[in-house]
């Protein structure tokens, strides 16, 4: 049996995790209201673009841009939104496994594909396992602007329009709530399934200036940009919700570690004082 | 007299939303003017500065963007969009040297069409800065 010092040491030691635990819970909490009201904030706009551009890619007539049409798939980039830190629960390595096994399941050589990771994370499981990385974010801040991220998702939709890659697939932990977050994988270019939605809703026409086919150009780009970060949006919420839980099992599990070691110290007292009284017991009785 | 609504949306949440009597801004193909009843349009604009005229007119620097109007509502959705006192004139200032630095150093094509832009960018933002 632990001696009583040896109890007491793990008593304090626990009681400090808890207090690190309990402050990265509260901190977390903090950090996803923040990113919710940016995800919020940055609805007006993915709303409007969208509307507008399913309403000049579902006009049919001459609506046909490369960034709309499928072509055969030569190389295909995974962009993968993962977090610079851990201690966020199976909220990077779900994601992670996720495009692992995929990217085993439909490739059989490197030059098939490639990835774009966000966050340290990410970077160090793909670099580790010898996957080309053709672009890395790290140390993005925990309420990404826009403008921070613009040179990424640009490149990447570049690369795109260049014909580097010929389908790009995001993965990302999509925030459902607090406590329940899901690894989700979307193919986001080519955009084949703009003019499916618009074909069901036709609410405005509009007048292009100069013509549909250069707004085209500028707007579709702008576009998947759009989606990609909100994408980043999404996945920052997700992480704070994730860590937030995570840090709150782990305070669960403090308070009940100690209330364990509580009892066992007070038993091993216990137990001494007893051995202690018996001992002067027995002495004072072999004296007489 | 007739009025419009203008809202202003980026990435980064609404800058503005107001009515006013014009909306005066440079598309991509040109000058644009517009006044309440106009038909639906869609034009991208350059990087530019929007005039919004009215009792309290307003100036906006926006780059990426573009603009769409309805009879009574015009919004602009644009990838970054400032008002006059939002800009951060030392940084601007510090933008556009560093672009200037890097049209100067010869390049490749994609480098200087970048640093092209983001000169415009920052030209813009001073412009909209010191003629308030």
């Known amino acids: 049996m632990a001696s009583l010092?040896?109890?007491?040491?793990?008593?304090?030691?626990?009681?400090?995790?808890?207090?690190?635990?309990k402050a990265m819970h509260m901190v977390s909490a903090s950090k996803l209201s923040k990113a919710e009201e940016f995800a919020k904030a940055f609805d007006p706009y993915s709303n409007k673009i969208k509307e507008v551009v399913t309403s000049i890619a579902g006009s049919g007539q001459d609506a046909d841009h490369p960034m709309l049409q499928t072509r055969e798939v030569k190389k295909t980039a995974y962009f993968v939104i993962a977090s610079d830190r851990g201690l966020a629960g199976a909220f990077n390595s779900g994601v992670l496994r996720k495009v692992y096994r995929t990217i085993q399941d439909r490739h059989q050589s490197n030059d098939e594909f490639a990835v774009i990771v966000v966050?340290?994370?990410?970077?160090?499981?793909?670099?580790?396992?010898?996957?080309?990385?053709?672009?890395?974010?790290t140390g993005l801040s925990d309420q990404p602007n826009f403008a921070d991220v613009k040179d990424l998702t640009s490149e990447t939709v570049q690369l795109f329009i260049d014909g580097e890659i010929d389908e790009l697939v995001i993965f990302y932990n999509h925030f459902v709530s607090a406590i329940s977050q899901e690894v989700t994988s979307k193919k986001l270019l080519p955009l084949t399934d703009l003019q499916d939605e618009a074909s069901g809703s036709s609410k405005s026409m509009y007048e292009y200036e100069p013509n549909q086919q250069e707004i085209l150009n500028v707007l579709l780009p702008q576009y998947a940009e759009s989606l990609i970060f909100g994408a980043l949006l999404d996945s920052k919420a997700s992480e704070h919700a994730a860590r937030m839980t995570a840090m709150q099992n782990a305070t669960d599990n403090a308070d009940e570690l100690i209330s364990d070691l509580s009892l066992q110290y007070n038993r091993a007292r216990q137990a001494a004082i007893t051995q202690e009284i018996t001992e002067i017991v027995s002495g004072a009785a072999a004296l007489e | 007299m007739n009025t419009l609504t203008v809202s202003v949306v980026t990435p980064d949440g609404p800058v503005l939303e107001d009515t006013f009597e014009m909306v005066s801004c440079k598309a991509e193909s040109g000058e644009l003017g517009i006044l309440p009843g106009h038909i639906p349009l869609v034009a991208p604009l350059s990087i530019s500065g929007v005039r919004l005229k009215g009792p309290n007119p307003e100036?906006?620097?926006?780059?990426?963007?573009?603009?769409?109007?309805?009879?009574?509502?015009?919004?602009?959705?644009?990838?970054?969009?400032?008002?006059?006192?939002?800009?951060?004139?030392?940084?601007?200032?510090?933008?556009?040297?560093?672009?200037?630095r890097r049209l100067q150093a010869k390049q490749d094509e994609i480098d200087f069409r970048r640093a092209e832009l983001a000169l415009k960018r920052a030209m813009n933002r001073l412009d909209i800065a010191e003629n308030r």
Request: proline share 4%; aromatic share 4%; glycine share 6%.
């Open chain 1, 5 to 21: 010092r040896d109890i007491k040491t793990r008593i304090t030691s626990t009681q400090k995790t808890k207090q690190i635990t």
């Open chain 1, 119 to 137: 966050g340290r994370m990410a970077r160090d499981f793909f670099q580790k396992r010898g996957i080309p990385i053709l672009h890395e974010i």
């Open chain 2, 59 to 100: 100036r906006i620097a926006v780059s990426g963007g573009f603009l769409e109007v309805r009879p009574d509502k015009v919004t602009i959705l644009a990838q970054s969009a400032e008002r006059p006192e939002d800009i951060d004139i030392e940084r601007a200032r510090a933008a556009k040297e560093r672009a200037e």
